[in-house]
């Protein structure tokens, strides 16, 4: 069974740094593709980055670029998010999400398994 366990949230200022982390477990995690999504209050689901199964590759949604950086340790079955320069806006839960695909996808319906969910809040 496919689990996926993301932590490393809370409440930062903005301007601060948080790195949010999923372990994966259940099947072979560098045969997978990787997302992070974020969920405001009254907003739908949003992708926020992508990377490839060997990492070499990723993608970021505009809002977040140069600000935010995804990253997997294939032997740790893990993958990262350090989120810099944080902003109000930021404020989400943050998801992390398992993809079949061959490459590297920004699109919510090419994920099949999703963690639970990590609470950001970063305050004025």
């Known amino acids: 069974q496919v689990q996926l366990v993301e932590s490393g949230g809370g409440l930062v200022q903005a301007g601060g740094s948080l790195r949010l982390s999923c372990a994966a477990s259940?099947?072979?995690?560098?045969?997978?593709?990787m997302g992070w999504f974020r969920q405001a209050p009254g907003k739908e689901r949003e992708f926020v980055a992508t990377i490839s199964r060997s990492g070499t590759t990723t993608y970021y949604v505009d809002r977040v670029k140069g600000r935010f950086t995804i990253s997997r340790d294939n032997a740790k079955n893990t993958v990262y998010l350090q989120m810099n320069s944080l902003k109000p806006e930021d404020t989400a839960v943050y998801y992390c999400?398992?993809?079949?695909?061959?490459?590297?996808?920004?699109?919510?319906?090419?994920?099949?398994?999703w963690g639970q969910g990590t609470q950001v809040t970063v305050s004025s």
């Open positions: 999400a398992q993809s079949r695909r061959e490459l590297a996808t920004t699109r919510y319906n090419d994920y099949d398994y």
């Open positions: 259940g099947r072979t995690f560098s045969s997978y593709v």
